[in-house]
């Protein structure tokens, strides 16, 4: 069997798009993953920042989650598209974000709740990035 150059190229685009798409859907669910792994983290009052997790592609999105009133943006700032549920795919090269925009995040990451241990997003970022890094290895 040969392949002339035009088949070639064919068949390496053909890989090439599909690896994009592998990649854009595992970060569209590491961003899910990442986002509920933090929000389960999260200390309980109201429930407002446990709720206000947000993974969103191309910039953060801002909505703080009221449990009566759902999602709405303090600031009128645009709104990130929402990650789709797995297997969405995120556009090819787009930035990822997990964010929380309640104002007082910052404190409670600090450790100003005895629910959860100071620097808790952090701790799980860790936990999240070796469970990714550790997924190929032999058990």
């Known amino acids: ?65 009221d449990r009566q009133a759902g999602y709405y943006n303090p600031l009128g700032e645009p709104d990130g598209e929402r990650i789709p549920e797995i297997p969405g795919v995120a556009p090819w090269g787009a930035e990822i974000h997990v964010s929380n925009n309640v104002p007082y995040i910052n404190d409670l990451n600090a450790g100003s709740s005895r629910q959860a241990p100071a620097g808790f997003v952090e701790l799980t970022l860790a936990e999240v990035a070796a469970g990714v890094l550790g997924e190929g290895d032999e058990k």
């Open 1 to 65: 069997m040969s392949l002339d150059l035009t088949q070639f190229r064919a068949a390496r685009k053909r890989f090439a798009d599909g690896y994009r798409v592998a990649v854009m859907e595992r970060a569209a669910s590491l961003g899910n993953t990442l986002a509920d792994a933090i929000g389960d983290r999260t200390p309980v009052d109201t429930g407002a920042a446990k709720d206000s997790w947000n993974a969103s592609v191309g910039h953060a999105d801002l909505r703080i989650r």
